[in-house]
Protein backbone atom coordinates (compact mmCIF):
# COMPACT_ATOMS: atom_id res chain seq x y z
CA UNK A 1 0.00 0.00 0.00
CA UNK A 2 1.36 3.21 -1.02
CA UNK A 3 -0.08 6.80 0.84
CA UNK A 4 0.44 10.04 -1.47
CA UNK A 5 0.31 13.23 0.16
CA UNK A 6 0.48 16.35 -1.93
CA UNK A 7 1.52 19.80 -0.82
CA UNK A 8 2.81 23.18 -1.83
CA UNK A 9 -0.32 24.60 -3.18
CA UNK A 10 -1.97 28.09 -2.51
CA UNK A 11 -3.11 31.38 -3.96
CA UNK A 12 -0.77 33.37 -6.36
CA UNK A 13 -1.32 35.98 -8.27
CA UNK A 14 -0.99 35.60 -12.63
CA UNK A 15 2.78 35.22 -13.78
CA UNK A 16 3.32 33.80 -9.94
CA UNK A 17 5.16 30.24 -9.61
CA UNK A 18 4.54 27.36 -7.11
CA UNK A 19 6.14 24.14 -6.12
CA UNK A 20 4.20 21.26 -5.47
CA UNK A 21 5.46 18.03 -3.76
CA UNK A 22 4.11 14.67 -3.49
CA UNK A 23 5.34 12.33 -0.88
CA UNK A 24 4.71 8.77 -0.73
CA UNK A 25 5.43 6.51 2.29
CA UNK A 26 4.62 2.74 2.10
CA UNK A 27 6.54 1.94 -0.44
CA UNK A 28 9.37 3.11 -2.43
CA UNK A 29 7.47 5.11 -5.44
CA UNK A 30 10.87 4.05 -7.64
CA UNK A 31 8.51 0.94 -8.97
CA UNK A 32 5.72 3.42 -10.04
CA UNK A 33 5.26 6.10 -13.03
CA UNK A 34 4.31 9.35 -11.66
CA UNK A 35 1.83 11.88 -12.77
CA UNK A 36 -0.21 15.21 -11.62
CA UNK A 37 -4.03 15.81 -12.61
CA UNK A 38 -6.24 18.69 -12.09
CA UNK A 39 -10.22 19.14 -11.27
CA UNK A 40 -11.14 22.83 -12.37
CA UNK A 41 -14.60 23.92 -10.46
CA UNK A 42 -17.13 22.36 -12.37
CA UNK A 43 -14.75 20.00 -14.22
CA UNK A 44 -13.66 16.32 -15.01
CA UNK A 45 -10.21 15.86 -13.86
CA UNK A 46 -7.54 16.30 -16.39
CA UNK A 47 -4.07 14.82 -16.99
CA UNK A 48 -1.27 17.17 -16.43
CA UNK A 49 2.01 15.95 -16.90
CA UNK A 50 3.58 12.23 -16.21
CA UNK A 51 7.20 10.85 -15.45
CA UNK A 52 8.55 7.34 -15.96
CA UNK A 53 9.89 5.61 -13.04
CA UNK A 54 13.53 6.57 -13.82
CA UNK A 55 12.41 10.47 -14.71
CA UNK A 56 14.27 10.03 -18.00
CA UNK A 57 10.76 10.24 -19.84
CA UNK A 58 7.95 13.13 -19.05
CA UNK A 59 4.77 13.94 -20.85
CA UNK A 60 2.75 17.33 -20.61
CA UNK A 61 -0.65 18.01 -21.34
CA UNK A 62 -0.62 20.89 -24.32
CA UNK A 63 -1.91 23.25 -22.02
CA UNK A 64 0.93 23.24 -19.48
CA UNK A 65 3.98 22.72 -21.79
CA UNK A 66 6.78 25.26 -21.55
CA UNK A 67 5.71 26.75 -18.26
CA UNK A 68 5.10 23.18 -15.93
CA UNK A 69 8.28 20.57 -15.28
CA UNK A 70 7.76 16.92 -13.76
CA UNK A 71 10.46 15.85 -11.89
CA UNK A 72 11.30 13.25 -9.20
CA UNK A 73 13.95 12.21 -6.97
CA UNK A 74 13.21 8.90 -6.00
CA UNK A 75 16.07 8.67 -2.67
CA UNK A 76 13.26 11.09 -1.37
CA UNK A 77 10.21 8.96 -2.63
CA UNK A 78 9.12 12.22 -3.82
CA UNK A 79 7.82 13.96 -6.47
CA UNK A 80 7.88 17.55 -7.52
CA UNK A 81 5.06 19.95 -9.99
CA UNK A 82 7.43 23.33 -10.48
CA UNK A 83 4.44 25.47 -11.81
CA UNK A 84 6.01 28.74 -13.79
CA UNK A 85 3.68 31.73 -15.58
CA UNK A 86 0.38 30.41 -13.49
CA UNK A 87 -3.07 31.71 -15.41
CA UNK A 88 -6.38 31.86 -13.96
CA UNK A 89 -7.24 28.77 -16.18
CA UNK A 90 -4.49 27.13 -13.85
CA UNK A 91 -6.72 27.43 -10.87
CA UNK A 92 -7.49 23.61 -9.57
CA UNK A 93 -7.20 20.72 -6.98
CA UNK A 94 -4.27 19.30 -8.53
CA UNK A 95 -3.75 15.40 -7.62
CA UNK A 96 -0.58 12.99 -7.26
CA UNK A 97 -0.81 9.56 -8.93
CA UNK A 98 0.87 6.82 -9.15
CA UNK A 99 0.80 3.74 -11.72
CA UNK A 100 2.25 1.43 -13.79
CA UNK A 101 3.18 3.24 -17.24
CA UNK A 102 3.81 7.05 -18.11
CA UNK A 103 1.99 8.16 -21.67
CA UNK A 104 1.53 10.97 -23.49
CA UNK A 105 -2.58 10.62 -22.52
CA UNK A 106 -1.83 9.94 -18.96
CA UNK A 107 -0.86 7.36 -16.56
CA UNK A 108 -1.75 3.26 -17.24
CA UNK A 109 -3.29 1.42 -14.15
CA UNK A 110 -3.44 3.81 -11.77
CA UNK A 111 -2.95 2.12 -8.46
CA UNK A 112 -2.55 4.98 -6.31
CA UNK A 113 -4.11 8.79 -5.66
CA UNK A 114 -3.21 11.71 -3.23
CA UNK A 115 -5.85 13.38 -1.79
CA UNK A 116 -5.14 16.86 -3.92
CA UNK A 117 -3.85 20.20 -2.72
CA UNK A 118 -5.87 23.49 -4.20
CA UNK A 119 -3.99 26.11 -6.52
CA UNK A 120 -5.55 29.29 -6.97
CA UNK A 121 -4.10 31.94 -9.16
CA UNK A 122 -5.67 35.21 -9.00
CA UNK A 123 -6.02 37.42 -11.87
Known amino acids: QVQLVESGGGLVQAGGSLRLSCAASGRTLSVYAMGWFRQAPGKERAFVTA????????YYADSVKGRFTISRDNAKNTVYLQMNGLKPEDTAVYYC????????????????WGKGTLVTVSS
Open 97 to 112: AAGIGATPEGINGINY
Open 51 to 58: ISQSGGIS
